[in-house]
């Protein structure tokens, strides 16, 4: 490994980079098939850009990190300065008010994340052989930039476990929180998946998707070229749907389907209920190289447990068809556990500038991560699935 400095640099435009050497930092893995999640890669990262879903006026401004060592591109991040808390998902709005309460400013800050995406995965994305080196290496960078710039803080979220470890080594603050996710072991089927459930369990869940398949039309699984143009435009009105019920403003753009379909649409399962030759309901899922990441959901007709069967009936489905080890489920939601989707921990990784403020925070941490610990083993006791299987998943 060479002994040449590392430079960091923050760039403004994701276009500002090249696409080859972001991937083989962002997803090397994908050289002999997918990454094992495609919101990191240069692609993903451009149509969020591109489609104005982050930029000016957003309170996502880009400012992604590259390190590199002579010529060779070793790591990179992606980087934003936040005007707001929103699209998180790992929330700290208690933080902030309790920031400014004090007479602080806590915005803008830094947050190292995938814009509206709660799906764990590598946020220092470092070449092979480089780990250790390059995230240190974007730590420092990030931090140093927060405190050039008097920011009040600096977060990674939904980083790997291995991640929030190394980042608490180095003197970040670990963080937990908790998500439903759905493991595949190592079922033929989804028969042989509701074998594993108490009897109960297994009974109502064959009563919903029984209630849902009746609604009145079909239940269609879409990905790559099947996806057409057309199916963007219905999936736009769902969505505008659901981001207006829950978060007042839808945060992706229309335009942002349009560049999904260009360049994404590989990356997509798309599951749509269709009756009377046009879609009702429907569910976005991204596929990743184990894991299926259940996104985003709407319908413009309510049809009794469809968005069960839509959400996660049918991404277990895809699941065991096609070998993936799990489903993830994103954010909030105790009805999963229902549906064969257990508690597990997600994890993140944040920097105060202000030592008091570091300190009151750590405290909080430490409370907050025995609550959550304890939340994790009473859910997960809470499942659907028989005893034995259940000390399984214990």
Same mark, same amino acid.
């Given at each position: 490994?060479?002994?040449?400095?590392?430079?960091?640099?923050?760039?403004?435009?994701?276009?500002?980079?090249?696409?080859?050497?972001?991937?083989?930092?962002?997803?090397?893995?994908?050289?002999?098939?997918?990454?094992?999640?495609?919101?990191?890669?240069?692609?993903?990262?451009?149509?969020? +850009?591109?489609?104005?879903?982050?930029?000016?006026?957003?309170?996502?401004?880009?400012? $992604?990190?590259?390190?590199?060592?002579?010529?060779?591109?070793?790591?990179?991040?992606?980087?934003?300065?936040?005007?707001?808390?929103?699209?998180? $998902?790992?929330?700290?709005?208690?933080?902030?008010?309790?920031?400014?309460?004090?007479?602080?400013?806590? $915005?803008?800050? #830094?947050?190292?994340?995938?814009?509206?995406?709660?799906?764990?995965?590598?946020?220092?994305?470092?070449?092979?052989?480089?780990?250790?080196?390059?995230?240190?290496? #974007?730590?420092?960078?990030?931090?140093?930039?927060?405190?050039?710039?008097?920011?009040?803080?600096?977060?990674?979220?939904?980083?790997?476990?291995?991640?929030?470890?190394?980042?608490?080594?180095?003197?970040?603050?670990?963080?937990?929180?908790?998500?439903?996710?759905?493991?595949?072991?190592?079922?033929?089927?989804?028969?042989?998946?509701?074998?594993?459930?108490?009897?109960?369990?297994?009974?109502?869940?064959?009563? +919903?998707?029984?209630?849902?398949?009746?609604?009145?039309?079909?239940?269609?699984?879409?990905?790559?070229?099947?996806?057409?143009?057309?199916?963007? /435009?219905?999936?736009?009105?769902?969505?505008?749907?659901?981001?207006?019920?829950?978060?007042?403003?839808?945060?992706?753009?229309?335009?942002?389907?349009?560049?999904?379909?260009?360049?994404?649409?590989?990356?997509?399962?798309?599951?749509?209920?269709?009756?009377?030759?046009?879609?009702?309901?429907?569910? #976005?899922?991204?596929?990743? !190289?184990?894991?299926?990441?259940?996104?985003?959901?709407?319908?413009?007709?309510?049809? /009794?447990?469809? @968005?069960? +069967?839509?959400?996660?009936?049918?991404?277990?489905?895809?699941?065991?068809? @096609?070998?993936?080890?799990?489903?993830?489920?994103?954010?909030?939601?105790?009805?999963?556990?229902?549906?064969?989707?257990?508690?597990?921990?997600?994890?993140?990784?944040?920097?105060?500038?202000?030592?008091?403020?570091?300190?009151?925070?750590?405290?909080?941490?430490?409370?907050?991560? +025995?609550?959550?610990? @304890?939340?994790?083993?009473?859910?997960?006791?809470?499942?659907?699935? !028989?005893?034995?299987?259940?000390?399984?998943?214990?």
């Amino acid at each position: 490994m060479s002994d040449a400095p590392i430079e960091i640099t923050a760039h403004p435009t994701i276009n500002a980079i090249d696409a080859t050497e972001w991937d083989a930092c962002a997803c090397p893995e994908a050289a002999d098939g997918r990454p094992d999640d495609p919101f990191t890669t240069h692609r993903f990262l451009k149509a969020l +850009e591109d489609s104005g879903s982050v930029g000016t006026g957003t309170g996502w401004q880009p400012r $992604y990190l590259t390190a590199k060592q002579g010529d060779m591109m070793i790591a990179v991040a992606p980087l934003y300065a936040k005007g707001h808390s929103q699209g998180e $998902y790992i929330f700290d709005h208690n933080w902030a008010h309790a920031y400014e309460n004090a007479g602080g400013r806590y $915005y803008p800050k #830094l947050q190292i994340a995938v814009p509206f995406t709660p799906a764990t995965g590598r946020r220092f994305l470092t070449k092979p052989g480089f780990e250790a080196a390059g995230m240190s290496a #974007l730590i420092q960078g990030a931090v140093q930039i927060a405190a050039d710039n008097k920011l009040s803080s600096l977060h990674a979220t939904f980083c790997t476990e291995a991640e929030a470890i190394a980042g608490a080594e180095m003197g970040l603050l670990a963080r937990i929180g908790q998500q439903f996710h759905w493991v595949n072991d190592g079922y033929a089927d989804f028969d042989a998946f509701l074998g594993s459930l108490s009897s109960r369990k297994r009974k109502n869940m064959r009563k +919903e998707r029984k209630t849902a398949n009746d609604f009145g039309g079909e239940i269609v699984a879409l990905t790559g070229d099947q996806i057409k143009p057309e199916h963007w /435009d219905a999936f736009w009105v769902f969505y505008q749907d659901t981001g207006n019920r829950k978060w007042g403003t839808p945060y992706l753009t229309r335009a942002f389907f349009d560049y999904a379909q260009e360049t994404l649409r590989d990356d997509m399962l798309m599951v749509l209920a269709m009756r009377d030759g046009r879609p009702v309901a429907g569910a #976005l899922n991204f596929i990743g !190289r184990d894991t299926l990441f259940g996104r985003y959901w709407g319908c413009i007709e309510h049809h /009794d447990c469809l @968005h069960f +069967e839509v959400c996660y009936y049918r991404a277990i489905d895809y699941a065991i068809q @096609h070998g993936l080890g799990k489903v993830e489920a994103g954010a909030q939601g105790e009805h999963k556990l229902a549906r064969g989707y257990l508690p597990v921990a997600t994890h993140s990784l944040h920097w105060f500038g202000d030592a008091g403020f570091k300190d009151a925070v750590a405290r909080y941490l430490e409370a907050e991560r +025995e609550a959550i610990d @304890h939340e994790i083993e009473v859910l997960t006791s809470y499942g659907p699935f !028989r005893r034995s299987n259940m000390e399984d998943h214990q």
